[in-house]
Nanobody, 120 residues
Framework: VQLQASGGGLVRPGGSLRLSCAAS????????IGWFRQAPGQQREWLGV????????YYADSLKGRFAISRDNAKNTVYLQMNDLQPEDTAVYYC??????????????WGQGTLVTVSS
């Protein structure tokens, strides 16, 4: 499966963005889809995952409920809704797919990343 993340951009503190992760080459419902981010000079961070079958979501505690993952199987796309964005959310955001649900970085397929910049 090939993944394409999009929707990044510049947003003011307190604002919202919705990122998309579109898949090709296979059907997304076969995979768990994770979202990650990597800020400059920092390690890549796991944000959350949506499971393949039931679409159950799990999130990093650090997000404090500001982010939400959803999927549209008809469009073969997974979304990351981000609310109340703050400058510390500035990072390149990635989506990734795997057959196994995991909170680690061990995903088999990765998208190319989309940059989110939070600044006034």
């Amino acid at each position: 499966v090939q993944l394409q993340a999009s929707g990044g951009g510049l947003v003011r503190p307190g604002g919202s963005l919705r990122l998309s992760c579109a898949a090709s080459g296979d059907k997304l419902p076969y995979y768990a889809i994770g979202w990650f981010r990597q800020a400059p000079g920092q390690q890549r961070e796991w944000l959350g995952v949506i499971t393949s079958a039931a679409g159950v979501t799990y999130y990093a505690d650090s997000l404090k409920g500001r982010f939400a993952i959803s999927r549209d199987n008809a469009k073969n796309t997974v979304y990351l809704q981000m609310n109340d964005l703050q400058p510390e959310d500035t990072a390149v955001y990635y989506c990734a797919a795997d057959r196994i649900v995991t909170r680690t970085l061990s995903y088999d397929y990765w998208g190319q990343g989309t940059l989110v910049t939070v600044s006034s």
